[in-house]
């Protein structure tokens, strides 16, 4: 019985979590807005994986992570943004522009690190 309990709670954070992302991935894509960015679609998901936000700024399409932290105990949120996230962004980005049949607009990969009530916006973060 308290194992079922224990699963329950896992499943409940797990939840939380989720929704916590969520939250942070809207506020992300309204600071983005403010900026004239256009938000084409939160949580892309595909078999390589998941992109937060695509957006579109002027010309360029927008790949973009979000990563939140309540403080610093954990490092930066920009530094939880490794090679491995790295490549499966551009893996879901390859996926996203042959599903929408793009192969002539410019893109771009961008971190949104939020910490507390403090947001750093890194255009061009990474190389694809």
């Known amino acids: 019985m308290a194992e079922r309990r224990g699963s329950r709670f896992q499943e409940q954070q797990r ?6 992302g969520t939250d942070y991935e809207r506020a992300a894509g309204y600071y983005l807005e403010q900026l004239g960015y256009e938000i084409l679609e939160y ?48 893996r879901c980005a390859m996926f996203y ?7 002539d607009v410019p893109c771009r990969f961008d971190v949104v690190g939020i910490e507390g009530a403090e947001v750093v916006h890194i255009k061009n973060a990474f190389a694809g």
């Open 15 to 20: 939840k939380s979590t989720r929704q916590t």
């Open 97 to 103: 522009l042959a599903e929408h049949h793009i192969d």
């Open 43 to 90: 949580n892309y998901r595909c078999r390589a994986g998941e992109i937060d936000l695509i957006a579109k700024d002027g010309e360029y399409l927008v790949f973009c992570e979000v990563k939140y932290r309540s403080d610093g105990r954990k490092g930066s949120p920009l530094e939880a943004v490794g090679a491995g996230k790295q490549r499966t962004i551009f």
